[in-house]
């Protein structure tokens, strides 16, 4: 029998599931699929390079392009760390809020897309809706690239993608992108009171550090005024480090983890390559005057494209009509909304709650706003039957 379930009670499904990035997420991927077939429904999964993880994409309708697709990551970020008041896997409903991980980011927007699902079948759809979820946004968007390319090939071509992060269901037309970055420093290591014969992979750091935060002073001197993102402009942000051994060596070894967020009129490569050019320049000579072992590595880890606003997009053109919003949105957190956009589908962000929420403790999704994605996914359905 074709199982059913309320917005909410789908919610409380997926957040039941551990899918903390770090471990495997095919769990809820093998629920998702069993409750696609139970009503019929044909699942694709596309594996990581491991199989120990998955992205699902299924369509719904007749077999023609033009379709919209649904989209969400199935993955959250860790608990650890956190207080929460509540059991953050075992969805709590208090005061009109529901807790847990993922509630708000995004198994709210997921939850209410699949328990939609009857809606969709019982539609007599021109379109098809299109629904995909992915793994491993919260380490870079990995998981989107290859299943957009599976759905691709594999069913109809959609025109338009709504990414369902949490925007307060208000139309969010573009975000910057992010390049993260590792950099590996290798110094010289010598006694402390022989400072001037070695060279401390901490201070060459500490010197790189400092470039990419006057790089963001540079880029907040200049912001233009009516930007609309908060802030105006792209920053280059050093979030992790670690080196040295002892407090009497230069230290060998130093690494330090970097976003580059940028206006998506910039790319995060024009500003590696200007990074990479003071490296050359600037450092590596002085380092290697000292010894010729001295070397700065660079590690792409995850390489995140904007999302940028388009003229008369039908995302957007479809989501406004359907919401009766307006307003002018821009945010700064990445999205897999630009990798659909790079493939040739038009895009927007519109999903339930806040990003204020999202990686928070006590993190929630309020039920007006699930049951007002749940209405927004009816006119929707309405639309593409019309």
Same mark, same amino acid.
């Given at each position: ?5 309320? +917005? ?6 997926? #957040? ?7 471990? =495997? ?23 990581? !390079? ?14 023609? /392009? ?11 970020? +860790? ?15 208090? @005061? ?11 198994? @709210?927007?997921? @939850?209410?897309?699949? %328990? ?37 090939? #594999? ?15 208000? &139309?969010?037309? @573009? ?13 010289? +290591? ?10 401390? !992979? ?10 990419? /935060? ?8 200049? *912001?233009? +005024? ?24 230069? %230290? ?14 910039? &790319?995060?490569?024009?500003?590696? *390559? ?17 010894? #010729? ?8 880890? !995850? ?27 821009? #945010? ?25 929420? !999202? ?14 994605? *749940? ?9 593409? =039957?019309?």
């Amino acid at each position: 029998m074709p199982e059913i379930y309320s +917005p909410q009670a789908m919610l409380e499904k997926l #957040v039941a599931f551990d899918t903390v990035s770090h471990k =495997s997420n095919l769990e809820l991927i093998a629920f998702v699929e069993a409750y696609l077939a139970s009503h019929g429904v044909e699942a694709h999964r596309v594996y990581n !390079a491991d199989k120990t993880k998955a992205s699902l994409h299924a369509f719904i309708g007749p077999q023609t /392009d033009g379709g919209v697709v649904l989209s969400a990551h199935t993955d959250v970020v +860790p608990v650890e760390g956190q207080t929460w008041c509540s059991d953050p896997f075992r969805l709590c409903e208090k @005061g009109g809020k529901l807790f847990g991980r993922g509630s708000a980011d995004m198994k @709210g927007f997921a @939850g209410t897309v699949l %328990a939609s699902v009857p809606d969709f079948l019982s539609a007599d759809l021109r379109k098809p809706i299109h629904i995909a979820l992915s793994y491993d946004e919260e380490v870079g968007c990995l998981g989107a690239p290859d299943m957009i390319a599976d759905m691709l090939r #594999v069913g109809p071509l959609p025109q338009l993608a709504i990414v369902g992060e949490p925007s307060g269901m208000k &139309t969010v037309t @573009g975000h910057k992108g992010i390049i993260v970055l590792k950099t590996r420093v290798k110094g010289f +290591p010598v006694h402390s009171s022989q400072l001037d014969r070695g060279v401390s !992979a901490i201070s060459i750091a500490a010197r790189l550090i400092t470039w990419l /935060d006057s790089k963001t002073l540079e880029n907040r001197s200049r *912001a233009l +005024p009516g930007c609309l993102f908060d802030p105006p402009y792209s920053t280059l942000h050093c979030g992790v480090i670690s080196g040295g051994c002892a407090h009497n060596i230069t %230290a060998e070894y130093c690494d330090f983890t970097t976003d580059i967020r940028t206006l998506p009129e910039e &790319t995060g490569e024009d500003w590696v *390559a200007l990074y990479r050019q003071f490296i050359d320049t600037a450092v590596l000579p002085d380092m290697r005057r000292i010894s #010729v072992m001295c070397d700065i590595e660079l590690e792409e880890i !995850a390489n995140v494209p904007a999302l940028k606003p388009e003229m008369d997009g039908p995302a957007e053109h479809l989501v406004r009509s359907l919401t009766g919003d307006n307003t002018e949105n821009h #945010v700064v957190f990445a999205t897999e909304g630009g990798q659909f956009q790079n493939a040739g589908i038009s895009t927007v962000v519109c999903g339930p709650g806040s990003i204020d929420q !999202a990686h928070q403790a006590d993190e929630y999704v309020e039920v007006s706003q699930i049951q007002d994605c *749940a209405h927004f996914l009816k006119k929707l359905t309405q639309r593409l =039957s019309d």
